[in-house]
């Protein structure tokens, strides 16, 4: 039917969810409509994002919202965010960060400061000596 369309990926998972929709409203889709569904749904450019409370798509968020921040700083935001009474989304933690810290809320613990991660050492090879032909050979 349309041999120029590629499978993308969650096409399977929204297309399950399109039949289960249309059976429950009593429609009975035909495996004709269920493969011109399918088509449109590779055919699409983007698929809208499935809510979900998820570590990644917080960091994803905080990231494309806060153009410059790092991935540490995100972090400290995500565990800040579980110790709070919300939704575990971006949306909740940009709300608690806008309210006034009055003597009306909840006392917090202060935050700790992000520290940077250490600098890795890179381990140097120990010097040794070997005796090769009975000379004594360092390496």
Not at 108 to 119: D, H, M, S
Not at 126 to 133: A, G, N, S, V
């Amino acid at each position: 039917m349309a041999p120029e369309v590629r499978e993308k990926s969650g096409v399977w998972y929204r297309l399950n969810r399109w039949r289960e929709e249309q059976i429950t409203s009593r429609r009975r889709p035909t495996y004709g409509d269920l493969v011109r569904q399918y088509i449109a749904l590779n055919r699409m450019e983007r698929f809208e994002k499935i809510p979900q409370v998820r570590y990644i798509n917080f960091l994803a968020e905080f990231l494309a919202e806060r153009m410059g921040t790092t991935r540490a700083e995100a972090i400290a935001a995500w565990k800040h965010l579980k110790k709070l009474d919300a939704p575990k989304n971006y949306a909740s933690w940009a709300r608690a960060q806008a309210k006034p810290k009055g003597h009306h809320s909840r006392p917090q613990r202060p935050e700790n400061p992000v520290k940077p991660p250490k600098p890795c050492k890179t381990p140097q090879p120990k010097q040794t000596k070997r005796r090769i032909r009975g000379k004594v050979v360092a390496g």
